[in-house]
């Protein structure tokens, strides 16, 4: 019996000495604009971001406001930059979201409020 415990404890080091590897979960990082920026009025403006695609990311999904999302696939080669469309005056929010290759949303996302006189 007390070789089954002794076992048992060295398997339980070994486990608890191991590392851990956790799934790579992806990550989105918005370079520009930056969080309470203040932005001209005037079209021109860019997002600017990178993009770690998770192990179910396929692309991303751009949202300015509550505007219908653009989809944004060539994240292979990040940093990447899309022109925003043209904001009126005041607070907007852009948020950047992984998605699957059915458009489903992982999880992964990141976003900024800036606004725009």
């Known amino acids: 019996m007390k070789r089954i415990i002794s076992l048992f404890f060295g398997f339980a080091l070994v486990a608890l000495a191991s590392p851990v590897f956790a799934a790579d979960s992806g990550?989105?990082?918005?370079?520009?604009?930056?969080?309470?920026?203040?932005?001209?009025?005037?079209?021109?403006?860019?997002?600017?971001?990178?993009v770690h695609l998770g192990p179910n990311g396929n692309h991303v999904h751009i949202y300015v406001d509550d505007q219908n999302p653009?989809?944004?696939?060539?994240?292979?080669?990040?940093?990447?930059?899309i022109d925003l469309p043209v904001l009126t005056s005041g607070k907007h929010t852009i948020v950047v979201k992984e998605a699957t290759s059915s458009h489903a949303m992982t999880g992964v996302q990141a976003s900024v409020t800036a606004t725009v006189k």
């Open 70 to 81: 653009i989809v944004f696939r060539d994240v292979s080669h990040c940093p990447c930059s």
């Open 27 to 50: 990550s989105i990082t918005i370079t520009s604009p930056t969080n309470g920026e203040v932005l001209p009025s005037d079209s021109g403006n860019k997002l600017a971001f990178n």
